[in-house]
Structures are given as C-alpha cells and as structure tokens.
C-alpha cells in the first residue's frame, strides 16, 4: 500500500472523523461510527477508492 492521501486530505479527513464520530455520540446514533473510515484512512495514509478513481493526493510517485 502506497500513500495516496496527502497532508490537507488527512487533516480534512481527521476532522470528518471526528465530527462524525462525535455526532453519532451526541444523537446517541450509531451511523457516527461511519467517522471510523476516514479517520482510519488517514492514519493510515492510504485511501482504497483513490487507485479505483485514479487520484493521489501525497504528492510523491
């Protein structure tokens, strides 16, 4: 696995995370664990539908 998200992608992603995760804690719903996706990808610095897609937003090659 190559990195494919970029430093502005993983802080937007973070940030989705978060706000899902932290929406689905105060609607006491459990759709905000939806929020684990994008936190994972970008802590993982690898998004699966990027190469499907063909985009690549780290930079290198």
Request: glycine share 14%; proline share 5%.
């Amino acid at each position: 696995m190559k990195c494919n998200v970029g430093t502005a992608d993983k802080v937007v992603r973070i940030i989705v995370g978060l706000a899902l995760i932290g929406w689905g804690v105060m609607a006491h719903n459990w759709w905000g664990a939806v929020g684990i996706v994008p936190l994972a990808t970008a802590l993982m610095g690898f998004c699966p539908l990027y190469p499907v897609v063909g985009l690549n937003t780290c930079g290198s090659k």
